[in-house]
């Protein structure tokens, strides 16, 4: 991921000055984010309900994040290289759009590490079950995404206003895939799970994995004023400041598979003896919200913009595994909802060309 990542960085002057398809709606652009010490969290909805069993030291690691939609003029095919991650729809889709000529649409690409050491203070079934354990997986995530101009419904009919539509409002779908730890409140019923649902004895898992499908929107002030290159700024009518504040959201609800290790599902069974867990796998729902603030400066030259930026950026993921329901006196639930956060000191670069602003 990384050599890949750097080797955008080092064709992005060559990829724009190809410019994007002479029929594309945007300028070649190309952001590149890089949080080099990025510190993560998780916190468990039954955590303090079960007696707290599952403590776990992260690892800080860096993020990189790069996003664009440099081109190969005659056929439209932007950021090809990056597309290809785990043979995901997103990449196709791009990759397809990219020969069908569709307009206005840019990849953004991250990738991290999710990494460190749990430990269980709980009991242990007999067997190669550890009280401490490492843990590492990779985070990835694809964005396909196109701007939009938000609207306000006022006085019967829907208005854009003009602040709003400088900030770089945004939508999109994608792709996450992602493993980590969880801590597992298991369920048994006598029969009656309205009534006689209780808690069983609390396991752990060292690898929680999420693959995603994602819908997406927020805005993002620096890259729109890559976008329109540096012609506006936030208050209508006056251009943007050389030095300004900044900020980026983005809201996200995610679709997919959720998969346990062997590990955790034969720990629960041992521990909870008589009862079964029906599956590994769940259908898991993800609620995200991202969030950078900082101060940018850009610099201008002819048909060229370069935008620099440093903010803090925080971000968390609520995970719903659905799934793992007890229905009866041989069945064993399992409840582990939680959020997963991260934090950090981010540093982002645009480049951006278009020969329409010499």
């Known amino acids: 991921m990384k050599k890949v990542l750097l080797l955008l960085v080092l064709l992005a002057p060559f990829s724009l000055s190809l ?26 909805t039954q955590h303090s309900a079960i007696g707290k069993p599952l403590t776990v030291d992260f690892k800080t690691s860096s993020m990189m994040s790069v996003e664009g ?8 095919l932007r950021l090809g290289l990056g597309a290809q991650f785990e043979n995901n729809i997103i990449s196709k889709a791009y990759r397809w759009g990219g020969y069908l000529g569709f307009k206005g649409y840019w990849l953004k690409i991250q990738g991290s590490n999710i990494a460190g050491t749990l430990h269980w203070s ?20 694809i964005d396909l995404l196109k701007n939009f101009k938000k609207k306000r419904y006022v006085d019967g009919e829907w208005k ?3 602040v709003e539509e400088n900030m770089g409002f945004y939508w999109g779908f994608g792709y996450t895939s992602m493993g980590f ?23 752990y898992d060292p690898l929680y ?24 700024g936030v208050i209508p ?38 009862r079964e867990v029906t599956s590994p796998n769940s259908f898991n729902v993800n609620v995200h919200y991202f969030l950078s603030v900082g101060l940018r400066y850009y610099v201008k030259t002819g048909p060229s913009l370069m935008v620099f930026a440093v903010g803090y950026d925080l971000e968390g993921t609520a995970f719903f595994p659905f799934g793992y329901n007890a229905n009866n006196s041989d069945d064993l639930g399992l409840d582990f909802t939680g959020v997963l956060f991260n934090h950090g000191v981010s540093f982002k670069l645009y480049l951006a060309f278009d020969r329409s602003w010499r």
């Open 237 to 274: 009518g006056m251009p943007p400041m050389k030095l300004a504040l900044y900020a980026a959201t983005e809201d996200r609800i995610g679709f997919g598979s959720g998969k346990l290790t062997s590990y955790s599902i034969n720990m629960a069974e041992a521990l909870n003896p008589g």
């Open 122 to 141: 709980g009991e242990l079934p007999p067997g190669s079950y550890y009280n401490q354990l490492d843990f590492s997986n990779s985070y990835f995530n």
């Open 19 to 44: 410019q994007a398809s002479s029929k594309d709606t945007l300028p070649a652009f190309v952001g590149i984010w890089y949080v080099p010490k990025l510190s993560w969290f998780v916190r468990y």
């Open 69 to 76: 939609n440099f081109a190969i003029r005659r056929i439209g």
């Open 209 to 232: 994995k999420i693959k995603s499908y994602n819908l997406s929107g927020g805005f993002d002030m620096l890259r729109y004023l890559c976008q329109t290159g540096a012609k506006h």
């Open 160 to 162: 854009s206003d003009a």
């Open 181 to 203: 730890p969880v801590e597992i409140a298991t369920l048994t019923t006598e029969g009656n799970p309205a009534e006689d649902m209780k808690f069983g004895k609390p396991v």
